[in-house]
């Protein structure tokens, strides 16, 4: 099908009206994080472990590293996962901007079969074939209903947009539908999937860090609320509308018909909104969490399960020695692979309010992002941001 592209562009002399008055207010913000920042209030000094699960392990410490993002797809029992080796020296999140290294950046998107019996765990894991050669992806979503994956691509050449494929989930292989590539979704992170053609997406930030890497982490510091949500329905791309601003929108996800969550990774939360009909948000409620929230998941008793980071200093000390991690490397270029940042899983809903999970200070798992469980079968799944490997639990 050749290389289709979405592409709609629009009148951009409004972002550059306020992203200067954003650069106006900028010092005053810098100013306001220093004194109160929510992302550096639990440190590590106290610091506790702790797990509910029967039993955990780590698994694929040599096939996969830096997974981001992990989806559950419980009618096929399979998970898909979403690495990329070279976030090391590519995240358009974090600030990150260094060559690549093509022997060892080479990102991948895994299906994982969890429940299955008689496999062993080599089997179990498969790459997906993406005929993409330059793939950083990060958030993941799926219609189970039209097999279509949606994949959060942060491409050095290209520039960050979604891939839409079309995938085969018994032979591991997917053809490219389209690139959905949109000026509303100028940071996008994270998608949810409404219905077979239309999807809510969270943008990270206003100020892409690729504009200005200092604008882009004093917006984090600030809490200002440069990220939204936007809705889009993918045959009609113009009619694309932000639904909700969120400071450092990260992971989104349904916690039923009426209910979406949405995750805050700079002051550190749950926004729970109500859906309207025409698929605008209403805020209906914001839960505090003790550490930045990175990605939701929803399981089927409805109840919210979010992974993030509880120390945000230490993440960001790890994005930046990790620019030059080579674990084949130098023993220079090995030690900066093994900086560690703390992980924190906690479950959410109405009745019961928040419950931590697992609290980890980065040596047993690190720089958790994503976790999700399949009550049915009693498993799941943590993924790292910077980490060899996946966390899987049994409950
Ligand atoms: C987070 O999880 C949701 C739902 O599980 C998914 O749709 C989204 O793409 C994920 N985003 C990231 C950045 O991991
Ligand atoms: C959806 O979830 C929210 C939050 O848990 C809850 O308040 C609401 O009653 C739920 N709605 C339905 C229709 O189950």
Redesign the pocket.
């Known amino acids: 099908m050749g290389d289709p592209w979405l592409i709609f562009q629009m009148p951009t002399l409004k972002p550059m009206v306020q992203a200067l008055i954003f650069a106006a207010v900028a010092p005053w913000l810098y100013d306001r994080y220093t004194a109160f920042s929510p992302m550096v209030v639990s440190r590590p000094g106290s610091f506790q472990n702790m797990q509910t699960f029967i039993s955990h392990e780590v698994k694929y410490r040599d096939r996969l590293r830096n997974c981001e993002d992990v989806i559950m797809v419980e009618s096929l029992s399979v998970a898909f996962l979403s690495c990329d080796p070279g976030r090391d020296r590519w995240n358009t999140v974090m600030g990150t901007f260094r060559p690549e290294d093509p022997s060892i950046d080479n990102a991948g998107i895994y299906i994982y079969d969890y429940a299955t019996s008689g496999l062993d765990d080599t089997a179990r894991l498969k790459q997906l074939t993406i005929d993409e050669p330059d793939l950083h992806p990060l958030g993941l979503a799926f219609d189970a209903s039209t097999s279509t994956l949606y994949v959060v691509n942060h491409a050095r050449q290209r520039g960050s947009h979604i891939l839409i494929l079309h995938v085969d989930t018994s032979a591991f292989t997917s053809t490219l539908v389209a690139r959905l590539k949109h000026p509303l979704l100028h940071t996008p992170n994270s998608v949810e999937v409404i219905g077979k053609y239309e999807l809510y997406v969270t943008n990270d930030h206003y100020i892409r860090a690729a504009i200005s890497p200092l604008l882009s982490k004093i917006e984090t510091f600030s809490g200002a609320p440069g990220g939204t949500v936007v809705y889009i329905d993918t045959r009609f791309p113009e009619n694309a509308k932000v639904v909700a601003r969120v400071p450092f929108a990260n992971g989104v996800a349904f916690?039923?018909?009426?209910?979406l969550a949405v995750a805050s990774s700079s002051k550190s939360g749950l926004y729970?909104y109500n859906v309207k009909e025409d698929h605008s948000l209403s805020l209906?409620e914001v839960v505090r969490t003790p550490a930045a929230v990175d990605n939701l998941s929803v399981d089927d008793e409805?109840k919210v399960l979010m992974a993030g980071h509880p120390f945000a200093p230490a993440l960001i000390k790890v994005s930046e020695s990790r620019a030059t991690c080579n674990p084949h490397g130098s023993a220079g270029e090995r030690e900066s692979c093994k900086y560690t940042a703390p992980s924190w899983v906690a479950e959410w809903?109405?009745?019961d309010g928040l419950t931590d999970l697992y609290k980890n200070n980065g040596q047993g798992f690190s720089s958790s992002s994503t976790a999700v469980r399949d009550n049915n079968r009693g498993v799941g799944i943590i993924s790292g941001l910077y980490e060899s490997g996946i966390l899987i639990f049994k409950i």
């Open positions: 916690v039923n018909s009426t209910t729970l209906k409805s809903s109405a009745q």
